[in-house]
């Protein structure tokens, strides 16, 4: 097959249709492939709680022509404060809508995740076949194609499997050597989030409240009627990471628990957590190998790099990799295995950028006793009296992402 521009068109199984997934789609497509989606979730999953564009992913973003409809969906948060148990901000870190320098802790770009999915899906529903309800089990593949087999018994011949299944990939499961390194770079940090109605005092700031045993409760509301919750746990054990496969009555109970006599708002949230019709935990952990292909087999998103939420970067880092691995498909499409190769040579500098890690930075914020939070509020306070956070985005350049700039692909223009 040929595209119009007189160009091989293949044959793309993408598995998942989260934020990598349906971004690559989007490239693809444009460029004359024959894309298919499909996705273990019934229908479009189209939930998730707050996330942020930066740097490079605003670009990504831009230059698939969907920024304006990203600024339509925009939450309104103005800021992030630290508060004490009696609910008083002791430091408080206002967004930077200068249009210059790097974010601050709140992006000038916040968006739920579902709107994001939801604009995503719009951008490509007419170009490229979804099928939800079907996962991806297990694949073969010889030199000339790849055979996906699906939950529902049924298989079906590609040019190219794309593993864009998110962190716990099984397509990144079935490419990497068995006995070969852990792809998890664990942080010992776990999170849980949901959301409850909103009250009269809820603010546009989000309100971040550190409670002793490294625990730490973060309060943002995204619309008129509701509140995102989140807990965060800083904690190493084997009970807190199986705890996110445990059914969700089973996790509820254990954030609750592990929040007992926390303070601030603590036993609203945990009310607000039977009742929510949203709920979802992980472990934050890092993803991290040494390859990300092969054969006509290549990972995209979470499943190749994922950042982790303290990154800032997971969701900018999925849609420049889709951008990158599109725009090396395009441009080396008659040696798949070239074009593989060339995609982690471009993207590999980006990520290990993103992936940059300041554990210290990270305890600091989560402290284990009141002595530990009292010095944060005030080092945090101090910094804020004496504008650094101000100085920060006046004088820095580069956003998250380094000074790593998104490739030209004529392929894709
Ligand atoms: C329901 C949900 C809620 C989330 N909420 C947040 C949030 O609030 N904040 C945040 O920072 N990050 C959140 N994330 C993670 C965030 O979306 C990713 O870090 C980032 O966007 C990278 O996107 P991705 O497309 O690589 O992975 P994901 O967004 O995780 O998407 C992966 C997709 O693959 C599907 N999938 C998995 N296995 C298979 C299979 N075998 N066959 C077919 N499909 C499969 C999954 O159902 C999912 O839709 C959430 C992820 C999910 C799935």
Redesign the pocket.
Known sequence: MKTEKGKPSLRVLI???????PSLAYWLARSGHQVVV????PAL?A?????DLRGQGIEAVQRMGLLDSVKSKLVDEAGVSLVNAQGKARATFMANTSGHGPQSLTSEYEIM?GDLVRILHDATKDDVEYVFG????RFDQDERKVVARF?DGSSNEFDLLVG????????RGAILPPDGPDPYLRMGIHMA?WFIPRIVSDSNIRDTYNARGGRMIMRRSHNPAQTQVYFILRQASDEASAIHKAPIDDQKLFWARKFRNAGWQTGRFVEGMAATDFF?S?EVVQVRTQSWSKGRVVL????AH?AS?YSGM??S??LVGAYVLAGEINRTIEDLPRALAAYDATLRPFVDEIQTLKPLLLRLCMPQTQLGIDALHSLAGLACLLRIPDLIARFSKEDRGGDWRLPDYAELA
């Not at 299944?165 to 397509?171: A, E, F, L, V, Y």
């Open positions: 598995c998942g249709g989260g934020i990598a997934g499909a996705e273990r979730f999953r939930t998730g709680a707050q996330v995740r079907k996962a991806v089990e939950s864009a299944d998110g962190q716990g990939s099984r397509i989030y979802y992980q995209v998103g979470d499943a994922c939420p997971g969701i880092g999925s």
